[in-house]
């Protein structure tokens, strides 16, 4: 009997970027790898460079649907299959999540969508018994996949339910299902522009937020569009622009931006004409964050060093200002990161409470008197927000909260805690289409030193 010939993937349109669609999402949900280390730098997916910008696209937007959808996946699939995903081959199970999102959620004809599923199956020595399940069960997932969504109607399965119920003890039911349903969709472009937003909303077809950030739903290479390359603006949702407004006029003060790369909040207060001594310990992070500098022609002070055992500092007697954008569970970003919903475990959050705490007491010590200090987090969790600061102001008395007034977020009183600090929530600013809404989940509280 002659040896069976698998398909190989350059052979079939399109085949090549769902088999890597695979490799990426079998990496997250089984390896435990971030969407951003397998798609960008030294440890990305090889495939990637053959992949045209087409084909990239259509990638990205197959792993960020399913992994956005997937507990929505999860219960079609168990519904249209008998005794469950096949554990013994993951690319069977990559191949019916792939197929499934395509028909339910994607502009790909079904009948598409299950051949290029039966031949990722095919292609795949494990999986290739299954080819016929993957046949059958899509066919019937065209037919009755839709049904069985509208049957249980709740995008909060789309949460992993640890993460849910913290949002509903925290923030109620209906913020908590707002949110999820919030992040189920693809956001939008956002871009933090030097000067004359109206303008580059107008370039790039999008729009400007009243925070001055501005919005587009344009796809493709972000380095291809206009002005990316003059270093005309830098990508930064629009929460993530906010913390550093609540410095107020930083022109020639010295700020520590303590957790700094990959760069958007040094920039800001660079081109806002603040002196900036810029802090990551990653050197990878650092290396890109001067390239976003040299990029956008901005200065300043790169030190590559844990930020919570840093001995240097500004000789003059400490900073005017210090910035702590601190590493935290990320809950918030999961609108544009989907991957995070299911690589955070509630066991991380205490690990990351012991390191803000240290990053806080080091930026208190590093901030002058009278100095203001700044501190963030994109989470969702009030252990690495609110009573993080709350836990700070009670054993240190050198520092009291400064409330944010709701002028200085564009009047938009909604993103203030009634403490006077900030709690932005992908619910917020919406929108008649829900790309062009929303935004990450941020908190920020500013302290000043007596």
């Keep these: 009997m002659p040896p069976q010939r698998f398909a190989l993937p350059s052979e079939v349109p399109g ?13 997250v949900l089984h390896k435990h790898r971030t969407l951003d280390e397998q798609l960008d730098g030294a440890g990305a997916h090889p495939g990637l460079k053959g992949l045209s910008d087409r084909d990239r696209a ?10 956005r959808r997937l507990g929505t996946l999860g219960h079609v699939l168990s519904r249209l299959l008998d005794r469950g995903i096949p554990t013994d ?11 499934a999102a395509q028909i339910l959620w994607m502009d790909v004809p079904d009948h598409a969508a299950v051949d290029l599923s039966v031949r990722l199956v ?13 046949n059958a069960v899509l066919r019937r997932c065209a037919r009755e996949g839709q049904p069985l969504i509208d049957e249980v109607k709740s995008q909060t399965l789309d949460v992993p339910p640890w993460l849910l119920a913290r949002w509903i003890a925290h923030f109620g039911e209906t913020v908590a299902r707002d ?15 030097k000067s004359d937003a109206e303008q580059w909303a107008t370039r790039l077809h999008g729009e400007t937020l009243p925070t001055g950030t501005v919005r587009t739903l344009l796809q493709g290479s972000v380095t291809m569009l206009p002005g990316f390359a003059e270093g005309q603006w830098w990508v930064q949702d629009a929460a993530a622009a ?33 002196r900036v001594t810029a802090i990551d310990r990653s050197p990878n992070r650092v290396t890109r964050l001067r390239d976003n500098l040299a990029r956008l022609t901005l200065q300043a002070e790169t030190v590559t060093a844990d930020a919570a055992e840093w001995q240097g500092g500004n000789s003059g007697g400490g900073f ?19 991957d995070v919903a299911w690589l955070r475990q509630e066991a991380d959050i205490g690990a990351l409470m012991a390191l803000q705490k240290r990053l806080l007491q080091k930026g208190v010590a590093l901030l002058r008197p009278g100095g ?7 989470s969702l969790e009030p252990e690495e927000g609110e009573q993080a600061i709350s836990a700070l102001l009670a054993t240190e008395s050198t520092v009291r909260r400064a409330p944010i007034d709701a002028g200085e977020v564009a009047g938009l009183s909604e993103l203030l805690t009634p403490e006077g600090d900030l709690r932005t929530l992908p619910c917020h600013l919406p929108h008649h289409d829900p790309r062009l809404g929303g935004l990450d989940g941020f908190y920020a509280a500013r302290l000043v030193k007596s």
């Excluded at 259509?58 to 992994?67: F, G, N």
């Excluded at 349903?181 to 956001?187: R, T």
């Design 179 to 193: 949110v999820a349903v919030a992040i189920g969709y693809e956001p939008s472009l956002d871009i933090t522009v």
């Design 122 to 134: 095919q292609s795949d020595r494990r999986a290739a018994k299954y080819a016929g399940l993957v």
């Design 89 to 99: 081959a993951p690319r069977a199970q990559s191949a019916l999540l792939i197929g």
């Design 372 to 378: 203001t200090l700044v501190y963030c987090t994109c």
């Design 320 to 338: 005017d200002g210090i910035l702590i954008d601190a590493p935290c569970a990320s809950t918030g970003t999961i609108r544009r990161h989907p």
């Design 58 to 67: 259509l990638m990205r937007r197959l792993v960020a649907t399913i992994l």
């Design 242 to 274: 906010l913390p550093v407004r609540l410095f107020g006029d930083v022109a020639g003060k010295t700020i520590a931006d303590l957790c700094a790369a990959p760069g958007g909040k040094t920039a800001q207060l660079a081109h806002a004409g603040a």
């Design 15 to 27: 085949l090549a970027a769902r088999r890597i669609a695979a490799d990426i999402l079998d990496g």
